[in-house]
């Protein structure tokens, strides 16, 4: 009889702890994906209606927005992720500093930013309106990367989940409102912050429904006391996504907007796509948990598939680049032309970042790992500077390519993917789900390992 009991509360426990991983990880691919359909309507609908030059600027000064998200975000979110139940009686103090330090950093951040690119670049000269959005949006950007890893963090994706959507709906419907008045990137850049800073507001209002709220007394005093972890996950953060997040802006500055409206569309497609690589190597960490011994062989089968996945898709690219950018807009077939085709081979290098920024969580590798990845980014941005002088797109192309398979190769060699290590221990007293939790945090979601999606 009590073998039986043993067994039943086994089986409890572990359907307990598949339920939190299900609801959890379903909630963040549904919303990924609802974003990235409506996302792909809006810019057909924005570049059938707005001149290239139009669409190439916005989404360069989008890319831009982003980047300073990433920087003001400084790792927050992901260490909200893994930390918050690890702090009974003290995880809210510890979500709202989180939000408090991610807003004042991005607002800052950009701010000073932006001010320095205009000096150079001079893209947005006498447009007060356009700078003063583009501000609130450094802000909120931010705060919305904390906001959904908090989410996550707290086990209720599902807000999480309801914001994108609310965030991709009200964008489509911002846009086609704003195009009747504004026929320039004020009518992209207000839809995108007005749709951003409205999806956080009626996520809030939905979690006080439930009798929760981000809005607690900041308990600055842990979030420094974890000052460390921060770093590590801020390093590996920029190496994985500053050199996507920026490529956009990058073509804008250094080629032309037209050029960079080419660039977008394509590169779109990328983000979107990478969505099933990474949500593989996200996948790995419950899997593993679950069977430590079957490391090697869940490692290998995950970066096989990924790997043949790249090479499939990288061919679609090069048959079909042509006729994607025709689909968007004729004029953008003009202009392109084939000099992209070449650009979702690099999704092989990404492929390998994934996993070995993956195993490097799994394994509590990060402090090691951090730094390699970040070094790799800054080649990667490097080399697409260099590429963009010497051939323009094409050149583009193919420097991300080369950089990315370079970079990867050298990644395998300093951190190799099939070494197992002592992995993350979830703290002794807590329940079998959130146990579970406590590990797959760094993990559930995509978001952290993909290139940030730009639909």
Not at 155 to 164: A, C, G, P, W, Y
Not at 189 to 205: K, N, P, Q
Not at 229 to 236: E, F, I, Q, S, T
Not at 426 to 446: F, I, Q, W
Request: glycine residues 10%; hydrophobic residues 55%.
């Amino acid at each position: 009889m009590s073998s039986l009991v043993g067994i039943t509360e086994r089986l409890r426990g572990s359907t307990q702890s598949h339920a939190v991983l299900v609801k959890n990880s379903g909630a963040i691919i549904i919303g990924s994906v609802t974003a990235a359909i409506l996302g792909f309507v809006y810019w057909w609908l924005a570049a059938r209606w707005l001149p290239p030059e139009v669409i190439g600027t916005a989404s360069g000064l989008i890319s831009l927005m982003a980047f300073i998200g990433l920087l003001g975000d400084a790792g927050l979110g992901t260490l909200l992720a893994g930390e918050i139940i690890q702090w009974p009686g003290r995880e809210r103090g510890l979500i709202s500093a989180a939000l408090v330090a991610a807003f004042l950093l991005s607002l800052s951040t950009g701010a000073v930013i932006l001010v320095l690119s205009e000096q150079v670049f001079h893209l947005l000269a006498n447009r007060p309106l356009v700078n003063l959005c583009l501000i609130i949006g450094f802000g909120v950007n931010g705060l919305s990367l904390v906001i959904d890893q908090a989410w996550l963090g707290m086990l209720e994706s599902n807000f999480r989940m309801k914001r994108q959507f609310v965030f991709a709906v009200l964008k489509l419907g911002f846009l086609v409102l704003a195009v009747k008045w504004f026929f320039d990137i004020s009518a992209i850049l207000g839809s995108w912050v007005a749709a951003l800073l409205i999806s956080i507001i009626i996520g809030e209002m939905l979690m006080r429904r439930h009798n929760k709220t981000f809005f607690h007394r900041p308990d600055f005093a842990l979030l420094i006391s974890l000052k460390y972890k921060v770093a590590h996950h801020y390093r590996l953060d920029l190496g994985i996504m500053v050199p996507t997040t920026l490529l956009p802006y990058l073509v804008t500055v250094l080629l032309s907007p037209s050029a960079n409206a080419v660039f977008t569309v394509l590169w779109m497609v990328v983000v979107v796509a990478s969505l099933i690589p990474s949500t593989l190597a996200t996948v790995l960490f419950p899997a593993i948990q679950a069977e430590p011994h079957h490391y090697r062989n869940r490692m290998s089968l995950s970066l096989s598939v990924s790997l043949l996945y790249a090479i499939v898709f990288g061919l679609f690219i090069f048959l079909f680049s042509t006729d994607i950018l025709t689909v968007f807009n004729p004029t953008y077939a003009v202009i392109g032309g084939t000099d992209l085709r070449v650009l979702g081979f690099g999704m092989i290098g990404a492929v390998i970042k994934f996993h070995i920024c993956a195993a490097a969580r799994i394994n509590n590798r990060m402090r090691e790992a951090s730094v390699s990845v970040f070094l790799a980014g800054l080649f990667e941005l490097a080399c697409v500077a260099i590429g963009v002088h010497l051939g323009g797109l094409e050149g583009l192309a193919l420097a991300w390519m080369i950089a990315t398979l370079i970079g990867a190769g050298v990644l395998l060699l300093v951190n190799p993917v099939h070494r197992r290590t002592e992995g993350v221990r979830p703290p002794a007293g807590l329940s079998v789900s959130k146990r579970a939790a406590v590990g797959a945090g760094y993990h559930l979601d995509p978001g952290s390992s993909r290139p940030p999606d730009l639909t």
